[in-house]
């Protein structure tokens, strides 16, 4: 199971930390993703980070100020949300599926055949 937790109302500019937490399985061998949805549009690859090498895709759209990171001791993922915008706003999920099971390592397509834990919602508004 996955639970991500973080999400709240934030005004422009502020921050917030998601996090997610796995139980009944270890997340070493297991990529994490943070993929969003906002209402009307496509769920997207937001940030995501393999087990194997530590590598990290960040879409364009928040690279510089969302930072992904993982601690496989507490068997947890983190988003770390900086310099928010209104069009951050979104649902948040987090997701795992198996190094050896993915192709892409942020299209929510590869996640298909993985964990993928209940969104927590992001506002960001004045």
């Known amino acids: 199971q996955l639970q991500a937790s973080g999400g709240g109302l934030v005004q422009p500019g502020g921050s917030l930390r998601l996090s997610c937490a796995a139980s009944g399985f270890t997340l070493d061998y297991y990529a994490i993703g943070w993929f969003r949805q906002a209402p009307g549009k496509e769920r997207e690859g937001v940030a995501c980070i393999s087990s194997s090498d530590g590598s990290t895709y960040y879409a364009g759209s928040v690279k510089g100020r969302f930072t992904i990171s993982r601690d496989n001791a507490k068997n947890t993922g983190n988003l770390q949300m900086n310099s928010l915008k209104p069009e951050d706003t979104a649902v948040y999920y987090c997701?795992?599926?198996?190094?050896?099971?993915?192709?892409?390592?942020?299209?929510?397509?590869?996640?298909?055949?993985?964990?993928w834990g209940k969104g927590t919602l992001v506002t960001v508004s004045s």
């Open positions: 997701a795992t599926v198996r190094d050896t099971l993915r192709k892409r390592l942020c299209h929510p397509d590869d996640y298909g055949g993985g964990q």
